[in-house]
């Protein structure tokens, strides 16, 4: 009896697994179907930084780029001109609102970029004429309105080994460009019709030059703004510029190749995966919009390159219902100091921080020396230290990956930590004991705590098939951008 019960029962589970199976057979071909490209693996990686990006990608993220083009171009100068006996001075646009844009590639190595519907506001303008003993100035005044502008440029590689953009050409369709001048000096306003006489309609004059040499401007800008931008970053060409007709690729290697960082020392444990949580390898691996790979030295130097630009430090304003009021009762010298003053933490990395790529998913950072400090920052601007220290510290995040979920999810490693105070206002600190608690609490409070509740941080609804690979041998994010 307990015989045939066993064997009924593996029979039924056997057959369970095989329904199971064709299940899941049919799950990945429905997957497959759902999505109509032709499933072409990603390539292998070329450089220490290689991006690959689709001309679809572009035109969907310039929807979601628009706010922010718009605030840019609002800063935008045309620098001082001068040709024969005019002088015009810098050109400020107040607004330039763009309505759309468009981007497109073309083979070999080029971009068509269309900007269009813009609203275009620049404010009085000075401006001067040479009149044969003297200067007549005055005041320039324009109405403009623009219903596109399309920017040719060729992608190429810089001598330096660098990126970088050549103006091919630019086109403005112009649907009006009116301009009125004043001479803002009484003698000048008097000669108005000597001064015409002399050198013809001032304000077609003018806006004939506009027409001619804004587009040149702009192109001339757009060369020195690239180059100087590709020219900042710490990687040089080591295969491509390629733009085909709808994907452009690159790969780059830092310009001081260092060598693969050194195993620190941390205090690690081995991951289990959840079953619940699964890998996105098992994903199809079609080629996305984009693609982004980057390899241990890449991360790297991208790291040294945000440091030294001070992108990584960061001073963090606590809301204002958490005052230095708080702490009277407890510290009522500090208080002192500051009276009802707000608090601000403070991050500044004094050497810059270093990862480590290792198996499971995981990436370890490095921090030697990191500026940490607490202070009270006065209505008047003047700050106060309640607590400054460097930390030393080792840790990061393991089985880091995208779930079926669109969310990324991530373990955190445990940690080591080292504290130094610099400065207190707070009293005597015993150093090791304080080391010691920090370290209690991370290992056995906050960092399983933050585990056991951590469910993903989930990704924005336009990212679509989403694909992270984190190993050793580097980073591999991609995906696709829907825009409904």
Known sequence: MSSFYFASCGFFLLLMMLILAMDCSHASSARHVLDSREEVRLPAPKGNLTISVKESFLNKAMLLLLPWLNVFLRGLKLPPHEQGNLYIDEVNFTEIGVGSVFVAMESPNRLNVSLYDLKVAIPETLFSVWVGLFWCNGILRFSVKILSIKVSLMVLLQPNGKVGLKNLGVDILWLKLFVEHSFTGGF??????????????????????????????????????????????????????????????????????????????????????????????????????????????????????????????????????????????????????????????????TVPPRAIFRPYREVIFDILNGFVGLGMVSPAGQHVPVLETLVNYTGGFSDLRVTLLHSIYFRLTEANVTLKVLKTNVGPIDEKALNEKIRFLLKWVFLPMFNVNFKGIPLPSQIAFPFLDVSPQGIVAAFDLSIL
């Open 188 to 349: 000048c306003s008097e000669m108005e019709k000597v001064i015409e006489a002399l050198f013809g309609d001032l304000d077609k004059i003018i806006e004939m030059m506009a027409m001619k040499k804004v587009p040149e401007m702009i192109g001339s800008m757009l060369e020195e703004k690239s180059d100087a931008f590709f020219n900042s970053l710490p990687f040089h060409v080591v295969d491509g510029p390629n733009v085909s007709e709808k994907r452009l690729e690159i790969a780059m290697n830092s310009d001081s190749r260092s060598e693969k960082s050194e195993e620190v020392s941390s205090l690690l444990l081995p991951v289990i995966s959840s079953p619940w949580m699964p890998s996105n390898l098992d994903s199809p691996p079609w080629r996305r919009n984009l693609e982004i790979f980057f390899t241990e030295t890449a991360f790297n130097e991208i790291l040294l390159y945000l440091n030294r630009s001070f992108h990584l430090n960061q001073t963090v304003a606590f809301p204002s219902k958490y005052n230095s009021s708080l702490i009277k009762e407890m510290f009522p010298e500090l208080y002192k100091l500051c009276p009802n003053c707000s608090f601000a933490a403070l991050f500044s990395p």
